[in-house]
């Protein structure tokens, strides 16, 4: 084998697995996109509950109704865990949605984009596929209990979630196929 063959191999190589490393960054963004987004008159009750902690001197409240603003997973689940672990409401339903809405889906996704760097493509499928069924049982019991209320609703974050999820089981399949190839062509 000469050098350009040798390269031409590690550029086929890499196109897959950039595309997966992509992917998995995409959906480690998705994490810190709006989730979901109040509506009209929630945002006029957030906004007027802001104004009141104002009032109250309360740091901490009106940074917990600011998140209400705008959620995204990371701010849920950084400002509303907290809030739990330091009023022991470990075992309080609010906690279990919170763990399921936002803490379980960025541990997978931090785990998938630590896989996808070591290309561990089979791990990265089966954490991805996990992750998409934590996913929808999240929308599954947030559509219960908060989104059906006409209080909140999706935003970009939620469907960039899932979209970024397909990408990242996709480009995991391709550098599988890939590899699969080049190990037939030698």
Known sequence: MNATNILNKVKDFLKPQFALIIAAILLFISIFMP?????REVKSQIKDSIE???DLGSDKLEDAYR?????SSAKLFSTFALKALTEKLILSETYVYLGIAAGVPIIFIVLIAVLAFFKKNIP?????????????VR??????????SDKFEWAIGNGFMFFAAVLVV?????????????????
């Open 170 to 186: 996709a480009a995991a399949v391709w550098c599988i196929i890939e590899k699969k190839k080049s190990a037939k062509a030698e």
């Open 52 to 54: 009141y902690a104002e």
């Open 67 to 71: 998140v209400l603003l705008k959620p």
């Open 139 to 148: 929308n599954s019991l947030f559509s219960q209990t908060v989104i059906d």
């Open 124 to 136: 990265v499928i089966i954490f991805s596929v996990i992750n998409f069924i934590v996913m929808l």
């Open 35 to 39: 989730l979901m987004t109040p509506s």
